[in-house]
């Protein structure tokens, strides 16, 4: 297998980022209010209406966040080869949302910012749901290769 390209890497990082950004937003507002919507006994007509109002404007909240999710997730995905999908993509959801509480939180200079740090479950459920089912695969761009003798057991990936 040839090694790829700095493009080729990039391009790759570029699509996890789009990806995370374009369907995590709206995740997590189908995990928070979708539920909510059903437990109240809305009608259905009223919970597709629902999610899809709230989900117009989750961009403008969580957008930057899911953007650096999918960012990072790309960078050590392509970077380190992880082998979980999962755990990976809930360490990369988290420090999105870190990220994003402190960019608010500087630019404002508002402390008080960080108050919402209590979302950092949902936002690690919601991008380990990307890195799973959304992000790309690396079998569309080659794979950085690794030495033989760091190869892994063929056990170590069975979290996939």
Same mark, same amino acid.
């Given at each position: 297998?040839?090694?790829?390209?700095a493009s080729d890497t990039w391009r790759w990082i570029a699509a996890c980022t789009w990806r995370f950004g374009a369907a995590g937003p709206p995740l997590g507002v189908a995990l $928070?209010? $979708?539920?909510?919507? $059903?437990? *109240?006994?809305?009608?259905?007509?009223?919970? $597709?209406g629902g999610w899809l109002f709230f989900s117009i404007f989750s961009y403008a909240f969580v957008? !930057? *966040?899911?953007l650096?999710?999918? !960012?990072f997730y790309g960078l050590v995905k392509q970077r380190t080869q992880h082998r979980s999908r999962w755990r990976l993509g809930g360490l990369c959801g988290v420090l999105g949302w870190l990220g994003q509480c402190t960019v608010l939180a500087l630019a404002l200079?508002?402390?008080?910012?960080l108050d919402s740090l209590w979302i950092m479950p949902l936002a690690a459920l919601v991008a380990s749901l990307c890195a799973r089912f959304v992000a790309p695969s690396l079998g569309g761009t080659p794979a !950085?290769?690794?030495?033989?003798?760091d190869a892994l057991p063929a056990s170590a990936g069975a979290d996939r």
């Open positions: 297998m040839s090694r790829p390209t $928070v209010i $979708v539920p909510a919507m $059903v437990f *109240s006994a809305s009608p259905p007509d009223d919970i $597709v957008g !930057l *966040s899911a650096l999710a999918g !960012l200079k508002d402390p008080g910012q !950085l290769e690794q030495p033989a003798g």
